[in-house]
């Protein structure tokens, strides 16, 4: 069983950057697509963007396209999300997700492995 690990979260301003990482260990999720999503006290988990088994597809909320970047190095089986120009409504506990699928996907149901999260806040 693979273990997803994220970390890179903290308190930021408005405006500022940040990178969050996620190391899988166990086994290799070459294979697979991978998802970051993103819960908000007192709401529910949501996507925020994934990427392809191979790092060549990826996806995004509208909410974050243009903002966000999601990479992966499956040679140090790791996943990236790179946050920018970061406002107040990014605050949540950001989730790296293992898929079922090897294509990138918003369907929260069809990712099975998931890591703690790490928090990011953004004070205005």
């Known amino acids: 069983q693979v273990q997803l690990v994220e970390s890179g979260g903290g308190l930021v301003q408005a405006g500022a950057s940040l990178r969050l990482s996620c190391a899988a260990s166990?086994?290799?999720?070459?294979?697979?697509?991978m998802g970051w999503f993103r819960q908000a006290p007192g709401k529910e988990r949501e996507f925020v963007a994934a990427?392809?088994?191979?790092?060549?597809?990826?996806s995004y909320a509208d909410s974050v396209k243009g903002r966000f970047t999601v990479s992966r190095d499956n040679a140090k089986s790791m996943v990236y999300l790179r946050l920018s120009s970061l406002k107040p409504e990014d605050t949540a506990v950001y989730y790296c997700?293992?898929?079922?699928?090897?294509?990138?996907?918003?369907?929260?149901?069809?990712?099975?492995?998931w890591g703690q999260g790490t928090q990011v806040i953004v004070s205005s």
């Open positions: 166990g086994r290799t999720v070459s294979g697979r697509a």
């Open positions: 990427i392809d088994w191979s790092g060549s597809s990826t």
């Open positions: 997700a293992e898929s079922l699928l090897r294509s990138p996907h918003s369907g929260i149901n069809q990712y099975n492995v």
